[in-house]
């Protein structure tokens, strides 16, 4: 239900010097008989934290988060009921957020306006019917608070000799405080949240303190992290403590450089009695953290200092174990990596001055994503910024959603003219990726419905950009991004040759969108796109394939190609061949970048080499999945040697230790060695098979489904595959295993034993679509 707006968008009228608090006193009504019901509704332009009385409303962080602002200002729901007294106070603190704090990597700031400013609404119903409104308006009073700067970047600084609670209370001397205004605004903007708030997830203790070579103190807290510090302190007032935060350290000290121009840096100023500080208004990536200004034991600092790890609110939903130590450290890695990139917008990385929704990395790791996580809602919401983007833009999808790019005096971001960039693959491809990841994944037609306008605009710009020859082959694309064989200054050369994986990309685009018209009952654009998928695929194989060798000859286009159906059986098998014979020449180490590394396992597998899909996951020379493992990661790296081998940072002016992408290999590993994936969309039909290699002796999988939790549990006892499955209420299992006919399992719980033959050939037809 659309909720009409009487509030307004107000701001303190005066300068406060802090992040302002904005304040409304009220009386609740009388004579209506009893509150029934009493719902705050809130959002800003930036961030707002609201409180009743002076109790927070809600767990809820940064509030209203991130959207493209200029069409989709989410506001927050609470109910208040419990905390309503006979006379009230709402205070709004409202920082600076997104909206108007720095955002992206040109040092822009406030791009999407220069002032913050904060909105509410509560609504008391009573139990006669009466509807009693209290409204943000210009009767409402700005004052300071002890929040001096805040930015999500450069981090937070309070002052907590400037505490002063007594303004929560009704009828508080308001003398300091000065007038609001109204900030213009068009309500149309206002859309309720689809997916999940912000909120803390876990509080983590210090793994270890010490002090560095240069004397500072410096706390380590084991985990890469996404979140902030939380100080409980006594010290002399005016006393300052400053936190510094990075990901990684260098010559056994701070390593900043990676953050480029992002401060990542805290500082609390004591009062001289009991403080607690927290930094709500900002976050930062980090496992160490150097402490300035400290002048207690290191003791004390242990019990006074804790991690908090914040994140949208997400349900876990899929786990994977298995018998090597080293790959269940990978996935743990994979399931951080993701926590920390999904904080309302999914981004590439949380730490530095980026932290943007790069399209291309969620089109890499949207079937993880989906196995790890509900992000449904979470991603629905993500989508209609990505389909309001496109719509004004003339059809052009942004290869970042919400787009800030678009603010910014950005030159070289992606070489060439605005006339070249139309259509970046991979990227763009986000548009019908997503939205089917998530169908596969819930098997709710909704997300199809919802996107399908956005989908069909997108498959139609594919065929406007394809070449005479039927390929996309024209303007700039970023080809296998992050290639380890590429310039470290030009992620985008890598060996694939770059329209070769975007005339790939673009196929799966194309089928897709002829899918989803097929199952919204739409015949006529599904024989449109069928076609254009048909016409693409025929293209290229005409001028990309010729005897048994794709263009390049690199690992990427062979995976593609193989994974999304670009090949006939007999092309495909070659095509394999083709590929296990790279990833020997390599040494089994990677050769591929976002674009192939998600598809290069399945790929293998499809073709019968499950020894070399082996091989290559489980290599520990870099580049390759295991090598950050070995090298004390916790997270996935942006790149594959994100840190080098003798411990030092990459000097590549890019250089991230917490990139979800690369983690799209858990896929591989929940369904091929796990054993559990989906045959039919939403689970209905779930697919049990495992196939053991690489010297593990057991794995375990478990994902609950939109019908319940199913599980596979695998061992291997001297010639016999152990496996022990569940199957939930309302869906079936078939159990396919090499050389073997399938077996059709109704729900419940079996165990079943078969001899083992690890040298049995793979079955050739399951293939990562």
């Known amino acids: 239900m659309t909720h009409h707006f009487t509030a307004r968008m107000i701001t303190a009228a005066a300068d406060t010097g802090t992040a302002p608090y904005l304040r409304g006193e009220f009386t609740v009504d009388q004579g209506h008989g009893e509150v029934v019901e009493a719902v705050l509704r809130a959002t800003a332009l930036g961030v707002v934290e609201a409180s009743i009385n002076g109790e927070a409303v809600s767990p809820d962080l940064l509030t209203p988060g991130w959207s493209s602002y200029e069409w989709r200002l989410r506001f927050a729901e609470w109910d208040v009921t419990a905390l309503l007294e006979p006379e009230n106070v709402i205070g709004l603190l409202v920082g600076n957020g997104w909206h108007t704090g720095h955002l992206g990597f040109a040092g822009g700031k406030a791009l999407y306006g220069t002032e913050r400013a904060a909105l509410g609404e509560l609504q008391i119903r009573f139990s006669d019917g009466h509807v009693q409104v209290v409204a943000t308006d210009t009767s409402w009073r700005a004052g300071s608070s002890a929040v001096l700067a805040d930015d999500l970047y450069h981090g937070e600084t309070i002052d907590a000799r400037l505490r002063d609670d007594a303004w929560m209370m009704a009828g508080a001397d308001l003398c300091d405080w000065g007038a609001v205004r109204e900030v213009p605004f068009d309500l149309g903007r206002l859309t309720p949240y689809v997916g999940p708030p912000i909120r803390r997830q876990e509080s983590i203790k210090p793994l270890k303190l010490w002090t560095s070579p240069s004397g500072a103190t410096l706390v380590d807290f084991g985990q890469n992290l996404v979140g902030w510090v939380r100080l409980s302190i006594t010290g002399e007032s005016g006393q300052e403590i400053v936190l510094k935060h990075a990901e990684v350290l260098e010559h056994d000290e701070l390593g900043t450089r990676p953050l480029r121009l992002a401060k990542a840096t805290d500082r609390f100023i004591l009062s001289g009695l009991d403080d607690v500080f927290e930094p709500t208004l900002t976050f930062h990536g980090f496992r ?39 790959l269940n450290q990978l996935h743990s890695n994979i399931v951080w990596g993701m926590r920390g990139n999904f904080v309302d917008v999914p981004t590439d990385c949380p730490q530095r001055d980026e932290r943007l929704g790069w399209t291309g990395d969620l089109s890499a790791f949207i079937d993880t994503a989906t196995y790890l996580y509900d992000v449904d809602s979470f991603l629905r919401d993500w989508l209609l910024d990505l389909a309001a983007e496109q719509t004004h833009a003339d059809g052009n999808i942004p290869v970042v959603v919400p787009d800030n790019i678009k603010y910014e005096a950005v030159t070289g971001l992606i070489p060439g003219t605005d006339a070249d960039i139309q259509l970046i693959a991979l990227w763009n491809d986000a548009a019908c990726w997503v939205p089917w990841g998530l169908w596969q994944a819930y098997g709710d037609i909704a997300v199809l419905e919802q996107q399908y306008e956005s989908m069909a605009a997108y498959a139609r710009r594919i065929r406007s950009a394809l070449s005479e020859r039927g390929l996309l082959e024209a303007g700039i694309q970023l080809g296998d991004w992050l290639d380890p064989t590429a310039p470290a200054d030009a992620p985008f050369q890598g060996k694939a040759d770059p329209f070769v994986v975007a005339t790939a990309c673009v196929y799966r685009s194309a089928d897709i969108a002829a899918r989803s018209a097929e199952l919204l009952d739409n015949p006529v654009d599904s024989r449109e796109f069928r076609l254009l998928a048909d016409q693409i695929r025929d293209a290229f194989n005409t001028h990309y394939v010729a005897d048994g060798i794709i263009k390049s000859d690199a690992a990427a286009v062979y995976s593609l190609a193989i994974c999304f159906g670009l090949l006939d059986k007999a092309a495909s098998s070659t095509a394999g061949d083709r590929l296990a014979e790279l990833v020997a020449e390599s040494g089994y180490t990677i050769t591929t970048g976002f674009a192939g590394t998600p598809f290069i396992n399945a790929a293998l597998t499809a073709t019968g080499h499950l020894d070399t899909a082996y091989r290559l996951l489980l290599q520990t020379g870099c580049p390759s999945w295991l090598y950050p493992v070995t090298m004390g990661a916790t997270t996935v790296w942006e790149r594959w040697d994100s840190m080098l081998p003798d411990g030092t940072i990459n000097p590549g002016e890019m250089t991230s230790f917490n990139h979800y992408a690369f983690g799209a290999v858990a896929t591989w590993m929940h369904q091929v060695i796990g054993g559990l994936s989906a045959l039919e969309p939403g689970y209905s039909q779930i697919l049990i098979s495992p196939q053991p290699g690489g010297e593990l002796t057991w794995a375990r999988a478990s994902l609950d489904t939109p019908h319940g939790n199913a599980s596979v549990n695998w061992q291997l006892e001297d010639s016999e595959l152990v496996i022990e499955t569940e199957i939930p209420a309302g869906a079936t299992g078939v159990v396919r295993l090499p050389n073997r006919a399938d077996r059709t399992l109704p729900a419940g719980h079996h165990t079943f034993r078969v001899t083992h033959d690890p040298t049995s050939v793979t079955n050739r037809e399951r293939v990562q679509a």
Do not use: K, M
């Open 288 to 326: 160490y953290v150097q402490v300035d200004g400290w002048t207690g034991s290191h003791d004390d600092l242990r019990a006074a200092i804790t991690a908090q790890v914040i994140g949208s609110d997400l349900r876990r939903t899929g786990t994977f174990e298995c018998s090597n130590p080293l």
